[in-house]
């Protein structure tokens, strides 16, 4: 038999009050099952004008400040982020049958913060993030090769390869965060952390 936290759902929910140490449980243990990219997750984003999308990126770094990733931040996701900072995130490990959708705002990251993740990127990927118009339109593949090319002779210098400005971290500072565990007959279990005005975490079952 399963054991049990003291609201009654499965242990691997723990009785932690903060929501942050749950997830680092979580994202260990999905570290340790999911056979790619465990830091996976889809980000919902929404326009000025109200119009949702939704793409897969990866998470880079989390703390009790929020969940950070890097993306241009002239590509879809940046304008609409710099439009309306409200937006979701969702982790799913097929591995270990949970979820966890976390929302709230979002906020540019420091330079310093930018520099150095930037600099611990491969040089390619440096390379690519000079190359590529994010979410711009492609006359064909060649102009993207084109463009590496020129930018590899450019900063033909691997370990000097300045970060540019439109290239970034985005951090979403969570007011929701919910965990979710996948259940027999499609009764799941579902825990929910939102935040009050004083800045604590009140913690609440959902049905499923």
Same mark, same amino acid.
């Not at 399963?2 to 979580?26: A, H, T």
């Not at 390619?124 to 102009?143: H, P």
């Not at 300045?162 to 951090?171: L, T, Y």
């Given at each position: 038999?399963?054991?049990?936290?003291?609201?009654?759902?499965?242990?691997? *929910?723990?009785?932690?009050?903060?929501?942050?140490?749950?997830?680092?449980?979580?994202?260990?243990?999905?570290?340790?099952?999911?056979?790619?990219?465990?830091?996976?997750?889809?980000?919902?984003?929404?326009?000025?004008?109200?119009?949702?999308?939704?793409?897969?990126?990866?998470?880079?770094? &989390?703390?009790? +400040?929020? *969940?950070?990733?890097?993306?241009?931040?002239?590509?879809?996701?940046?304008?609409?982020?710099?439009?309306?900072?409200?937006?979701?995130?969702? &982790?799913?490990?097929?591995?270990?049958?949970?979820?966890?959708?976390?929302?709230?705002?979002?906020?540019?990251? #420091?330079?310093?913060?930018?520099?150095?993740?930037? +600099?611990?990127?491969?040089?390619?990927?440096?390379?690519?993030?000079?190359?590529? +118009?994010?979410?711009?339109?492609?006359?064909?593949? #060649?102009?993207?090769?084109?463009?590496?090319?020129?930018?590899?002779?450019?900063?033909?210098?691997?370990?000097?390869?300045?970060?540019?400005?439109?290239?970034?971290?985005?951090?979403?500072?969570?007011?929701?965060?919910? &965990?979710?565990?996948?259940? #027999?007959?499609?009764?799941?279990?579902?825990?929910?952390?939102?935040?009050?005005?004083?800045?604590?975490?009140?913690?609440?079952?959902?049905?499923?």
């Amino acid at each position: 038999m399963n054991q049990k936290n003291s609201l009654g759902l499965n242990n691997c *929910f723990l009785d932690l009050d903060d929501p942050i140490e749950l997830f680092k449980v979580w994202m260990d243990e999905a570290k340790e099952s999911e056979p790619n990219d465990s830091n996976a997750l889809s980000l919902a984003t929404s326009s000025g004008n109200n119009l949702p999308s939704v793409r897969m990126v990866l998470l880079k770094d &989390f703390n009790q +400040n929020g *969940f950070v990733f890097y993306t241009n931040l002239n590509s879809q996701k940046g304008n609409e982020l710099k439009e309306n900072p409200n937006a979701a995130m969702c &982790f799913h490990w097929k591995s270990l049958l949970r979820q966890i959708r976390i929302s709230g705002t979002i906020t540019q990251v #420091d330079d310093i913060v930018a520099d150095q993740y930037y +600099n611990s990127r491969g040089y390619d990927s440096r390379i690519g993030a000079w190359a590529s +118009n994010q979410s711009n339109e492609l006359k064909n593949r #060649d102009e993207l090769k084109k463009s590496i090319k020129e930018f590899k002779q450019k900063f033909n210098d691997k370990n000097n390869v300045p970060r540019p400005s439109h290239w970034s971290g985005w951090n979403l500072s969570p007011t929701r965060i919910e &965990f979710w565990l996948d259940g #027999d007959n499609r009764i799941h279990e579902r825990l929910n952390y939102t935040i009050d005005k004083s800045g604590n975490w009140i913690k609440s079952l959902l049905s499923p």
